[in-house]
Nanobody, 126 residues
């Protein structure tokens, strides 16, 4: 099973941008797995930020993140990154990258992701 590790979290100010990276322990190019970024704030459920769908290689963002989040994949380095812009204090959360089960069709469904990284904390001050 692939291992995922996130990096790049930290303390930023409202309006700043931040790039998170997820390193995979083995190559995933050419394989039928979706990749997703999720976040979880204290006392709240884990929710989608954005995801990449293997079938059409398109990315999808949740409504809260449309226009503020973008995803990139570096196949050579086995990394999956999330660029976040115009950060708000309410974006404070632990951010996780995840790999879906093989051949999952909908990259937005949290329940289709059995493999998760340990998470990285993002704190946005006002």
């Amino acid at each position: 099973q692939v291992q995922l590790v996130e990096s790049g979290g930290g303390l930023v100010q409202a309006g700043d941008s931040l790039r998170l990276s997820c390193a995979a322990s083995r190559r995933t190019d050419g394989s039928a797995y979706n990749m997703g970024w999720f976040r979880q704030a204290p006392g709240q459920e884990r929710e989608l930020v954005a995801c990449w769908r293997w079938r059409n290689q398109l990315t999808y963002s949740s409504n809260a993140w449309k226009g503020r989040a973008s995803i990139a994949r570096d196949w050579a380095k086995n990394t999956f990154s999330l660029e976040m812009n115009s950060l708000k204090p309410e974006d404070t959360a632990v951010y996780y990258c995840a790999q879906s089960r093989e051949y999952a069709e909908d990259c937005t469904k949290r329940q289709d992701y059995p493999t998760w990284g340990p998470g990285t904390q993002v704190t946005v001050s006002s």
